[in-house]
Nanobody
Framework: QLQASGGGLVQAGDSLRLSCAAS????????MGWFRQALGKERKFVAT????????YYADSVKGRFTISRDNAKNTVYLQMNSLKSEDTAVYYC?????????????????WGQGTQVTVSS
């Protein structure tokens, strides 16, 4: 089971750190990803990281502002979000990839967390 947490209501320019913790399953041999879905819109890729943490990819819309990282000892993946904008408002989901590699494609992920709401007021 994946548990995403850390969302909330912040103002534009603020920061948040999302966490995604797993229970009952080790994440250390899987790529991980963060996606988001704004109200009334389709789910979109945000960031991904490989199993060891040395390869990451980001959506152009968050590049330079968001950082994905992982702590395999804690079985947790993080998404540090800085300089938040109103357009970052969405439900954020973490997901476990089918293998060790990162992926920007949502069908490459087998397991999804329940999502955490991030709301950025302008």
């Amino acid at each position: 089971q994946l548990q995403a947490s850390g969302g909330g209501l912040v103002q534009a320019g603020d920061s948040l750190r999302l966490s995604c913790a797993a229970s009952g399953r080790s994440l250390s041999t899987y790529g991980m990803g963060w996606f988001r879905q704004a109200l009334g819109k389709e789910r979109k890729f945000v960031a991904t990281i490989n199993w060891s943490g040395d390869t990451t990819y980001y959506a152009d819309s968050v590049k330079g502002r968001f950082t994905i990282s992982r702590d395999n000892a804690k079985n947790t993946v993080y998404l540090q979000m800085n300089s938040l904008k109103s357009e970052d408002t969405a439900v954020y989901y973490c997901a476990v990839a089918q293998n060790v590699y990162p992926s920007v494609l949502d069908y490459a992920y087998d397991y999804w967390g329940q999502g955490t709401q991030v709301t950025v007021s302008s």
